[in-house]
């Protein structure tokens, strides 16, 4: 085991508080948080939201810095480690644990992919090739070249940008440019990773912190000081708040006009508005991707993580709630009026299509372009960074191999499942396979594995003395009692509830999609290989362990 | 907008910003376990 990263720490707490949060706050916080509220009720939306908040995020994120400590200070910073360790060595746990490094693995084959569409509409908008032309949302038939001018010429730039009407067609002349953007994206992530907790991800998490708050301030105030820039009614800055927040919402026909209303009590009746709510939670903080619980388990043994959990939670909603709140979505009502609705569905939509709509428009459109783009990217990449490490991790503790070794491993196999993301653009239809699969019904299921391992194999009495270790302020004696008999279960019949919803439809539209069998390959290829490396590795150390029993006290004394 | 509005925006805010300033101000004046620790080194490989 002298291979094993024992020694390695976070510098300080707020190191570890801007990189967990840093690890949260990403695309989810600007794009899907502002359409998921207007999409489930507005400010009726909040309701569910704040409970989910409350219920789960909160306690599960704490057992979660709880599970990644323990493991640390036992000398394991692998999802297959905490389990193992956690659950007293066993391995049908640890087996779980390591078939939970998927979901970090396969989110960022496909997320460092839209990192880089980011950094390309920055870098269009820096170099002035997204300029602005006055043209409307809808107005006009586009520009020439990349001066564009309405939404159908954005759109039809978007989908060229990333390849949608045919597959291998960013390997193509002109998709040379993104393809070697996505390149350098992965070089920077598995590089911070490589230079370790403290000197890669700590440094680079304090520098980006300030920079996302100070991009999107720039973007609020030039939000808030608008007024009414088109002199329509019911678009100034108020009625684009009012559009996200407004408890009872106006129902619209496709043209635009208001055709009914929808009351607060019937948007809190709806079990999708719950459902809507915890997803975008649970996608938000992003507990249970292992990208927490790795975290944690470099913080040293008596450091206070029930304020780290708390405070990068905190600042998880501060940026989703507040920043989120209200960057996006009164802008596009400002300028585009509530035809732009239509566009807050999808994230891609939002960010990709009506927001440079929204810049075309805006006086100083192109910096806004700018920031808000280079906003995106820097968000993005302190969450793709997180979704590295556990890979890493995994790889050091399975191969017993030095970081870099391991860092190699992890980034050959990232780049073979990116390869399928990339290469399948036509209808985006690997990546919305990807994405299903694992940003969406993979975390719910890891998470009732692993707060099933918190509240029955590990005990929540050892979760709970584990957060009050070094903690200034003790977690209340009911935190146990609500993992256990309040987020499970909630879990559990959101889950069942979620499959319900979407797996039988999704299953039917995998038999007709050849790309989409294909990634499901992939998966299970993927699940084979960490099973096998799991067993392999927890075997291991039970020899170990019975040959030397004592080969892990020097640690566990910390 | 609407006084349901208004009402759901301040309160969404008020929590969020009450609860990240509160945290905000524990982590300043609480004493960093770090501190007392030796400096972050880096792994010893």
Known sequence: MSNKPRHEHWGSQIGVVLAVAGSAVGLGNFLRFPGQVVNYGGGAFMIPYVVSLLIIAIPVSMSEWALGRYAGRHGFHSPLGMYYVASGRKRSWGVFGGLSLSVPFIIDMYYIFVEAWCLYYALKYLGGMLEPIGLGFSLGAGGDGLRLGSGDAYERFFGETIGINANGALFSRSGLTLLTIVLACVALNFLMVYRGVSKGIERFSKLVAPLILLCALFMIIRIMTLGNPTGQPGQSFLDGLGFMWNPTREAYDQSGQVVGRISAWTTLLNPETWLAATSQIFYSVSICICAVCTYASYVRPNEDIALSSLSATATNEFCEVLLGGLIAIPPAIMFLGARAADGFASSFQLGFIVLPNVFELMPMGQLCGFVFFFLLFSASVTSSTSLVLPVVAFFREAFQCSRGLSVLIAACIHLAGALIVIWFTKGLSALDAFDFWFANFAPFFFAIVQTSLAAFAWGTLKMRDEIARGAAIKPPRFLAFVVKYVSLPYLLIIAIFWMTRNLKTRIMSTMEDSVAQLSILFFIAMFVFLFILSTITMKRWREEETRTPDSRSDVEAQ | ?45
């Open chain 2, 1 to 45: 907008m609407t006084i349901g509005g208004w009402i759901s925006m301040t309160t969404s805010l008020a929590i969020v910003i009450g609860l990240f300033g509160w945290c905000m101000y524990k982590l300043v004046t609480t004493k960093d376990a770090n501190a007392e620790e030796e400096p972050a080194d880096t792994p010893k490989e």
